[in-house]
């Protein structure tokens, strides 16, 4: 998917050369300073990034920050969905996301026009959809619901409605065996959840028999199975705190790794890899943001989130039902 670039030139600045690579942390935030702005981060960032970010979280940490920050200008370290649900939720801030292009493929596999098409096929249903997607699906959906709470907000719902759930397949059916509810699925996946190979974990799980096999939701179910503790990346990261288990295994996107590993030094992470030795594990689309764009965005005030606010309207009326609903 690629993203239209903003037509907001009112707020921009003249680009300045971007300052060398030892100074860009405290360059970073000095800018951020000037601009009022807050700079929020997903776990999946580089550890660079992490480590300039004003606020780190998962996607409902970073949904709950984004509505509550008095900021004027919101820095969204992420992908295009987490920056559109900040812009939904703040329509007279500035949000910026350092690289346009950092999208998600389970976002992907959802459009707008299919989606309301197999809303068509199932009139009675409620829709609850992963946050994990386009703003234009938002705005066709009941309720968004992240990693976190899907479990508890499903079993929230009236037991004799049926529950429509998407884009993500895999959530879907996890949420399914946790809630007891009947799901529709719509069939999307994470391309970094899927690509984990089964055989490496194994292996893993052989040489160290003492580790916890901590498993994202993202996850595909025969690799759920093989897991010790299934959650949200920041309830990994709680429950590595939390667990006597003195080593993990660690089946989501590597970046988390960088907290677990602040928060807990004396334990011992290991990543798993994707199929074939492959780095796919780390999510494309996240390590698009780098220090410099980070640095160039608040620089030149771009790029910056639009949407139109006939659609703005009504995707955020499902965002803050989660956010009422979510304990
Ligand atoms: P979290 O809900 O744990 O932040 O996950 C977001 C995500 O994109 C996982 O791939
Ligand atoms: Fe999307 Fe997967 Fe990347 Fe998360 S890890 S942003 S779900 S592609």
Known sequence: MVFAASQSTASRSAAHPIPPPGELPGAIRALARERNAVILAHYYQDDAIQDVADFIGDSLELAR??????????VFCGVHFMAETAKILNPT?????????????????????????????????????YINCSAAVKAQSDLICTSSNAVDL?????????????????????????SGRTLTLWPGSCQVHVAFSEQALLQLKLEHP??????????????????DFIGSTSKLLHRAEESDAASFIVLTEPGIL?????????????????ADGCSCNACPYMRLNTLEKLWQCLDRMA?????????????????????????
């Open 154 to 178: 499903v079993k929230q719902l009236p037991a004799d409605r049926p529950i429509l759930f998407g884009p993500d397949e895999n959530l879907g059916r996890w949420v399914q065996a946790q």
């Open 258 to 274: 960088h907290q677990m590993r602040l928060k807990v030094p004396h334990k011992q992470f290991f990543e798993v890899p994707g």
């Open 210 to 227: 003492e580790a916890e096999v901590l498993a994202h939701p993202e996850c595909q179910q025969h690799l759920l199975d093989l897991a």
């Open 303 to 327: 790029p910056e989130i639009v949407m139109e606010e006939e659609v703005r309207l009504k995707a955020l009326a499902p965002i803050e039902r989660m956010l009422a609903m979510s304990r």
């Open 65 to 74: 920050k984004a509505a509550s920050t008095d900021a004027d200008v919101i």
């Open 93 to 129: 801030k500035t949000v910026l996301l350092p690289d346009l292009a950092a999208g998600c493929s389970l976002a992907d596999a959802c459009p707008a026009d299919a989606f309301a098409a197999f809303r068509a096929e199932h009139p009675e249903h409620f829709a609850v959809s």
